[in-house]
């Protein structure tokens, strides 16, 4: 196989060959010659399942649906065979200490490290904006979070970066600190200095755990923000399924190369909260795409993605009454998330408007924007035709509707937290109509998917501003008391 040399970017010249996967070599030679099997998936390659479905994925990926332990792939716990190959691959890449496969999504690996790591009553800093799964993880460790407000976009409704100086006064009051988890990119790409962060609690000897479920992409060019394991994270998590062009639910939960995390504990955790039968094929696209991303085919995509990205931002910025997050601002974003807005609509409005009538999904819509992602994977046709679409709305009468702008999004609002996630999911609880919630102690979590960002805590006092962000709900659950 040709070898070929990719340079990443913690300046370590790794040479690779172009596109080796190893576990999904061994699928390939196993769907070629496959064994006679007595185990699970009762399928049995695709002989028992119904015909549609079979038509739907394809007789192929039935022959590959296994798990690990057969067909000699490998094990996932403990890492031994081509898995452990392919994982091992994957830290060389990412320039890890260690790095774990994950069949769950990001949602296991921020669990698994919360599990690992962080013991009950033990105090942490969480960035207001993070990820449901963190959330989760605060209740299952019983950990008290001090939450650590981004700076505010109030211009464009959502959470912008974290100022570091804001960590460094929490640091600097509370000497019992034991974590310091952020969130990098924000889900629309805004983009944090992890670089000070890292010194900031390399200063106060607190490890830092770096939520990067959206900037798999980044270790891979030099014109995307720098990963925070280059920069002394001692734990990133990264969802591969998210950009990376790995199979819907495939992550990688990565130990920094200079990490002071006990990763047996965090082996230890995964062991127990992840599937004891995982997709193989999920597997085998993390490979792949580690392989892919580390090629120069993968350079190449990467590259796409962003030309495609710039050339759509500019154009779409010089459009009357359309404006591009991170143009013409000094917002630091990563290129290729692209949240953008139109005079008069609100988010959700455009959403519906470009998929009724130009057959266009997007990432996602909030009260003021949309989220749009140039994916390894996007062409420039594509982007030409999103462009188009984008200029005739903003220059046709696209009046909003009344409905749709009652649907809110995040507050930004600085929570009133009075007990713990863990004491508060656990405590007697009562469901109430949400306008009888004013003033209780919110006993859920409640978060819009995406981005999964809490709009309310367990434990955090019900304000009358929180009340249009529920439009889902007619009922919410809080302490009786
Ligand atoms: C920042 C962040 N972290 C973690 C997750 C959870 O990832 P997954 O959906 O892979 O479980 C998400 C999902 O959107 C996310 O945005």
């Given at each position: 196989m040709e070898k070929i040399s990719v340079s990443f970017k913690n300046n370590t010249e790794i040479k690779t060959d172009n596109a080796y996967a190893p576990l999904v070599q061994r699928l390939l030679e196993y769907k070629k010659s496959p064994c006679t099997g007595f185990h699970i998936p009762g399928h049995n390659r695709g002989n028992a399942i119904l015909n549609s479905f079979r038509e739907v994925i394809g007789h192929d990926a039935l022959l590959v649906d296994t798990t690990d332990e057969f067909d000699n792939l490998g094990t996932l716990h403990p890492a031994s065979g081509a898995i452990k190959e392919a994982m091992d691959l994957a830290a060389a890449c990412y320039n890890s200490r260690r790095t774990f496969f994950i069949t769950s999504g990001s949602t296991i690996s921020n669990l698994a490290l919360a599990f690992g790591v962080i013991s009950p009553d033990d105090e942490i800093i969480v960035a207001r904006n993070s990820h449901r799964s963190v959330l989760t993880g605060t209740i299952l460790t019983g950990s008290k979070p001090s939450w650590l407000m981004p700076k505010k976009l109030n211009d464009w409704a959502i959470y912008g970066s974290i100022c570091p100086d804001d960590l460094e006064d929490k640091l600097k009051n509370n000497k019992k600190v034991k974590f310091v988890w952020v969130t990098n990119p924000t889900y629309e790409g805004v983009v944090s200095d992890i670089k000070t962060i890292s010194a900031i609690c390399r200063k106060y000897n607190v490890p830092l755990i770096v939520d990067e479920a959206h900037g798999s992409l980044w270790n891979f060019h030099d014109e995307l923000p720098e990963t925070a394991l280059n920069l002394g994270a001692d734990a990133v998590v990264h969802s591969l399924h998210k950009t990376g062009g790995a199979m819907t639910q495939a992550s990688m939960l990565h130990i920094g190369k200079n990490s002071c995390l006990d990763e047996a504990k965090i082996e230890h955790a995964l062991k127990l909260l992840h599937t004891t039968s995982p997709s193989v094929l999920l597997l085998a696209s993390l490979d792949a795409a580690r392989a892919n991303l580390s090629s120069s085919q993968g350079y190449n995509l990467i590259q796409n993605a962003i030309e495609n990205a710039r050339f759509f931002r500019k154009r779409a910025s010089m459009i009357e009454g359309v404006s591009v997050l991170g143009e013409n601002s000094n917002i630091k974003t990563d290129v290729t998330k692209i949240f953008l807005k139109i005079k008069g609509l609100t988010g959700k409005r455009l959403e519906s408007v470009l998929e009724l009538d130009f057959n266009i999904e997007i990432e996602s819509a909030s009260d003021e924007g949309i989220l749009i992602l140039?994916?390894?994977?996007?062409?420039?046709?594509?982007?030409?035709?999103?462009?188009?679409?984008?200029?005739?709305?903003?220059?046709?009468?696209?009046?909003?509707?009344?409905?749709?702008?009652?649907?809110?999004?995040?507050?930004?609002?600085?929570?009133?937290?009075?007990?713990?996630?863990?004491?508060?999911?656990?405590?007697?609880?009562?469901?109430?109509?949400?306008?009888?919630?004013?003033?209780?102690?919110?006993?859920?979590?409640?978060?819009?998917?995406?981005?999964?960002?809490?709009?309310?805590?367990?434990?955090?006092?019900?304000?009358?501003?929180?009340?249009?962000?529920?439009?889902?709900?007619?009922?919410?659950?809080?302490?009786?008391?």
């Open positions: 140039s994916n390894i994977g996007n062409t420039r046709a594509e982007f030409e035709y999103l462009l188009a679409a984008i200029s005739k709305i903003a220059k046709d009468d696209y009046p909003d509707l009344s409905h749709l702008e009652n649907v809110k999004f995040m507050p930004l609002t600085e929570p009133d937290v009075v007990m713990s996630p863990r004491e508060a999911y656990f405590s007697n609880k009562i469901r109430v109509k949400k306008e009888d919630a004013i003033g209780k102690i919110s006993a859920e979590v409640i978060a819009l998917c995406p981005p999964g960002i809490s709009v309310l805590l367990p434990g955090e006092i019900i304000k009358a501003d929180h009340i249009p962000y529920l439009s889902d709900y007619s009922e919410i659950e809080v302490i009786n008391n």
